[in-house]
Every structure is written in C-alpha cells, then in structure tokens.
C-alpha cells in the first residue's frame, strides 16, 4: 500500500514538474520572439588600397589604367535573411518604398554606409541575400507603387525617365594610361521593361555566408559588415579596358552587361557584430 501511494505522489511530482517546466519554457520563447534590428554596412574600397576616397584614391587595372572614382553609387534591394535551416526571411522584397536602398560613397562616413533594418525576426542567421538594382517585379508594379523611393532616385541621380527607369549602379570619374585625365561615366540600369524592350536585364541576387552567425535578439542588433572590393569593375571576371567606345555608356549595353556580371562579385562579408 505504502509503494503505491509513494508512486502515486512521484508520479503527481513528476507531472507537475513537467508541466511547469515546458510553461516556462513556452513563456521564455514568447518574450523572446520579440523582433530586433539589423545593421548592414558596406564599405567600398581597393582590396589592396583600402577604402576609396572619391577623386583622390588611384588604382591601376589589371589591363594597366589608372582610374579613380568620383562617384560610386548601387542600389541594393530584396534583402532576404537566411537562418540555420534555409528558411528566408524577406525584408519588404519587391517593395522600394521600405525595401530599396541607395548606397552613396559621399555619404560615407569614416568609409562606410550604414542601411539599418528593423522588425526583424529573432533568430540565427547564416546567410544574406542581396539584390543590385531593382528587380523587374518590383518596376512593373508601376510608378505609383514606389513613389517614395523613385522620389529619392530621382533626388541623388539614381533615376531616368520612368519609361527608361532606375540607375543601378552609378560609376564615374577619370581614367588614362599614366595618369587619370580622361573623363568617363558608366550608367548600368535596366531599359524599363526589359521583356517588352527585348533589353537585358541588369537586376542581380548575390548570396553571401556570414562567416559568424548574426543572432538577432531584441536585445542584440547584429551589424553585418560588407566588404565591396571595386577591383571587380575592371579587373574583375571580364578584364575591361575604358575608351572612347564605352567611357559614357549609359544603360545595358553589352560593356554595361560586363561591368555588372564583374561587380556583383565584388560583395564579401568580412565580420558580424554581435552586440
Ligand atoms: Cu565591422
């Protein structure tokens, strides 16, 4: 008899244990699902100059021209956070007025551009997603879906008519042989509809492995350092020499098909910051 009530009473302990341990646990993951925010910076450089300073730093070509910047700008857009298990999360895809930003290297401060993202979900991330430029989905839904951020294309030149549409990447500045004197302007951008256009379309994704995880918390704002080594853009995959053919090249010319197939490769995280 004494067994049975001693079994009964472990059995009752145990259940009750049970149960408020996994209450607790359920309580502890809902005040912890709370969102957090993500910080990207990107930092444009020479990988073996470091940071580029418009008009001031030079470097040489691996087909021998010097060249400098005196204006660097992308738009980046479709941010999509990838988690241990593959899951995406998508920060506004296809959506410019919340999801598309401009990074401007005269807006740099100390050498980077900061785009900070909010209401994201807390959770341990491996991989980020990037798109340069705005993707076709995101055009097509027509000028009036993306006032606000057309308006600040239209503001810092990132932006033809609305039938030609967006500037995606912006390059400009001066080149020659031994000396940087001749002026050029590379202009890469889609021809507003690129299917009815019969053009190409420019609009790249770039996947890149965090090499720490980014644990976003509500407590933990992670910041996702962006390495851009603009070496691509001439001695990238497709060596590129400018010239009186294609130093003023605007829109999605094959040279402008080039100069973003190099350039997309020019994105690397080099450290997370988890605090
Ligand atoms: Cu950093």
């Known amino acids: 008899m004494k067994i049975y009530k001693f079994l009964s009473l472990f059995f009752i302990a145990c259940t009750l244990f049970s149960l408020s341990s996994c209450s607790s646990h359920d309580d502890d993951e809902m005040q912890d699902a709370t969102p957090g925010n993500l910080q990207l910076k990107f930092e444009n450089g020479f990988n073996n100059l470091g940071d580029i300073v418009l008009n001031q730093t030079t470097q040489t070509s691996s087909n021998g021209q010097k060249h400098q910047f005196s204006t660097l700008k992308y738009i980046i857009s ?37 785009i900070n993202l ?45 039938a030609a549409g967006y500037v995606f990447t912006k390059l400009e500045g001066k080149y020659g042989t031994s000396a940087p004197t001749n002026e050029f302007m590379n202009h890469c951008g889609n021809m507003g509809n690129t299917s009815a256009n019969n053009t190409p ?68 995280v080099d450290h997370v910051h988890n605090d």
Do not use: C
């Open 78 to 114: 479709n941010i999509t956070l990838i988690d241990e298990h593959g899951n995406e999360f998508k920060y506004h895809n296809n959506d410019p007025d919340k999801g598309a930003f401009i990074i401007d290297q005269a807006e740099a401060v100390a050498g980077i551009n900061y």
């Open 118 to 162: 909010t209401e994201i979900p807390k959770n341990n991330y491996k991989k980020i997603k990037l798109g340069l430029g705005i993707s076709q989905n995101a055009y097509l839904i027509g000028q009036e879906g993306q006032g606000i951020f057309w308006q600040k294309a239209k503001t810092s030149g990132m932006a033809w008519s609305w």
């Open 201 to 268: 379309d420019l609009y790249r994704e770039i996947t890149l492995d965090l090499p720490t995880t980014a644990r976003v918390t509500k407590e933990i704002t992670p910041s996702i350092h962006i390495l851009a080594d603009l070496n691509q853009y001439l001695s990238g995959q497709t060596a590129l020499t400018l010239d009186n053919t294609n130093d003023m090249a605007m829109g999605s010319s094959q040279h402008l098909v080039n100069v973003t197939d190099n350039i997309v490769k020019m994105f690397k």
